[in-house]
């Protein structure tokens, strides 16, 4: 799915665009060592975490969008770190169970 369905998918306000993304798989998760692990290319990060090593980290996995949830703010050197990355931003009121269900058309990659 492109970077804007996510969005919509999730009810989310885009911070940072990444317009023409393609996503092609979901993980939810706050532990950064564990996302390291097992997110991978073109993935979207559902996810509390909403500070720098975030990025750093999606920047390390080739993640192309994190779904931060619970309508947490991003702080701007957050933002700025993603924008310089290519790191796409969504904030949503949704819990992380209901943004993971309602991205779940997505076919689960193993790896």
């Known amino acids: 799915m492109k970077f804007e369905e996510l969005a919509e998918k999730v009810q989310g306000t885009v911070i940072v665009p990444n317009n023409g993304a393609e996503i092609t798989s979901v993980y939810t998760g706050d532990l950064l060592s564990d996302v390291m692990g097992h997110c991978g290319d073109e993935s979207a990060l559902v996810t509390v975490?909403?500070?720098?090593?975030?990025?750093?980290?999606?920047?390390?996995?080739?993640?192309?969008?994190?779904?931060?949830?619970?309508?947490?703010?991003?702080?701007?050197?957050?933002r700025e770190a993603a924008e310089r990355e290519g790191v796409g931003i969504i904030t949503t009121a949704m819990s992380q169970f209901a943004a993971s269900v309602a991205l779940s058309s997505l076919e689960p990659s193993v790896k």
Not at 49 to 78: K, Y
């Open 49 to 78: 975490q909403n500070h720098l090593n975030a990025i750093a980290v999606c920047t390390l996995a080739g993640v192309e969008a994190v779904v931060i949830c619970h309508s947490r703010p991003v702080p701007d050197d957050m």
